[in-house]
């Protein structure tokens, strides 16, 4: 009998626990199954802001996916998605073309310049492993010029938007700093980082207590909040922002757009129906108008059916959509079981502030400083151990708790 075809698009947070629960669920007989990614590595994107600022190298971020996957269960193609051809259950892809009968779109997100003029230009955006080297090498050219040309916008970085990315973000520069100074025999108080955030306050929507104790945190370490303000524009030398209908340039040879995600914009180019590259998913995770097709990750709309709001693209709900895909796929290939609908179970978030410092809320309960920091190690272990067991989690886990 011919053996059903899933094939899963991306090897993001969605993309590897859905394929890695189909490994341990069904047997080599039972289905085939491919996994298709852009690069040979997974890479865990919650810590390229490290990556980005310099504070870890890469090497730590990014695993081998052939290292976690099972090859005699799975076969991985080292590929770009191109197209998704849902009538014909075709993914075009550069260098091939793959036929399925489920398939699983796990292509994750893209950076969200909403049109700003000249940020895809002049700006840069932590979005994967690439992109955070670039802002890290950046950084260290733009100081090491500093010496020899002696313009202060060399050592301006500004960090566009203080949500969750942009104050992880400052946060990781602002522990980098005295490093890169001393390295390049720096005047300290010639180096800025700026966060420009457009809301009235950083982290909108965040508990007003711990978004207190981040900015003061933050500030003491030098960075410099500009609430309520927008950025309006990038330009070659910086970027122009208005606040209370006040133009301004600030002059800077480093722009950091973490300013908003969407989803990756290939998926609404296949022609699935989508809000801002995100598909609205039924119960099972499944695309309108398509059986086959799953949807995981931040390329999935899910509302929260307590206020009617879309549930934010995050890797916790990445990981529990693949969790309950993996099992349901399994469902459908055995053909007999009941297929189990998906509801997010939200433990909290946790920000982090630096290795040893952070905010959350975790269980209804606030946390702040090494507390948080612990717990953030503790979420991030949890997701290795979940991908590949305990030898995974003590060859890429985040052990120095303290
Ligand atoms: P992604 O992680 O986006 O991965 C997508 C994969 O698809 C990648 O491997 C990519 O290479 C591959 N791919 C993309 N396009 C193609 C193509 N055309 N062909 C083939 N392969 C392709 N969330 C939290 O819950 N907690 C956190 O602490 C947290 N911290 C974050 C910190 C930062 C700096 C950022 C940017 C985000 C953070 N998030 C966090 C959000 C979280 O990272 C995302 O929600 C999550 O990564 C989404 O996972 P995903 O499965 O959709 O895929
Ligand atoms: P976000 O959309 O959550 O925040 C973007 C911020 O940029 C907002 O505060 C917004 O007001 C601001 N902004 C938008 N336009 C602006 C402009 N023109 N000028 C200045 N500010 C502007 O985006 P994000 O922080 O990248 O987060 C993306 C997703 O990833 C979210 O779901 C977030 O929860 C998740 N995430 C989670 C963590 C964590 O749990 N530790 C860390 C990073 C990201």
Not at 60 to 72: A, E
Request: negative net charge; aromatic residues 8%.
């Amino acid at each position: 009998m011919r053996k059903p075809k899933i094939v899963v698009l991306g090897a993001g947070y969605g993309g590897m626990i859905t394929t890695v629960r189909l490994q341990k669920l069904l047997s080599v007989n039972e289905a085939e199954i491919t996994l298709v990614n852009n690069n040979s590595y997974h890479y865990q994107t919650t810590w390229l802001h490290e990556n980005a600022a310099g504070t870890l190298h890469h090497d730590k971020t990014r695993l081998n996916i052939k290292d976690v996957i099972d090859t005699s269960k799975v076969n991985f193609v080292l590929d770009t998605v191109v197209e998704i051809r849902g009538k014909e259950k075709r993914v075009i892809l550069k260098n091939g073309e793959l036929e399925y009968d489920y398939l699983v779109v796990g292509l994750g997100f893209e950076s969200e310049t909403f049109g700003i003029k000249g940020l895809k230009e002049h700006a840069f955006s932590i979005a994967n492993i690439n992109g955070a080297r670039q802002i890290r090498d950046h950084i260290e050219y733009m100081f090491s010029r500093y010496a020899t040309e002696k313009r202060d916008e060399l050592l301006t970085i500004v960090v566009g938007g203080a949500g969750f990315t942009g104050i992880e973000f400052v946060a990781e520069l602002a522990n980098r700093v005295p490093e890169l100074v001393h390295e390049y025999d720096l005047p300290r108080e010639k180096v800025r980082i700026l966060c420009v955030e457009a809301a009235p306050t950083a982290l909108p929507g965040f508990d007003p207590e711990l978004v207190e104790y981040a900015v003061k945190f933050l500030e003491k370490k030098g960075v410099e909040f500009l609430i309520g303000t927008a950025i309006k524009e990038a330009t070659e030398t910086g970027i122009i922002v208005s606040k209370d209908d006040k133009i301004e340039e600030i002059k800077a040879e480093t722009v950091v757009w973490a300013a908003g995600v969407r989803g990756n914009s290939l998926v609404e180019e296949s022609g699935f129906e989508a809000m801002r590259g995100r598909i609205k998913v039924d119960q099972f995770l499944r695309a309108p108008g398509h059986d086959d097709a799953f949807i995981v990750g931040d390329a999935a709309l899910i509302f929260n059916p307590e206020n009617d709001r879309p549930y934010p693209p995050t890797a916790q709900i990445a990981i529990q959509e693949g969790y309950n895909l993996g099992k349901n796929l399994a469902v459908l290939v055995r053909g007999k079981g009941e297929l189990e609908p998906f509801t997010f179970d939200n433990k909290g978030s946790v920000c982090s502030l630096g290795h040893d410092d952070g905010i959350g809320v975790v269980f209804g309960k606030k946390l702040t400083g090494w507390q948080a920091a612990f717990m953030k190690k503790i979420i991030d272990n949890r997701y290795l151990f979940l991908l590949g067991g305990p030898l995974l989690v003590l060859k890429k886990g985040k052990l120095n708790f303290f």
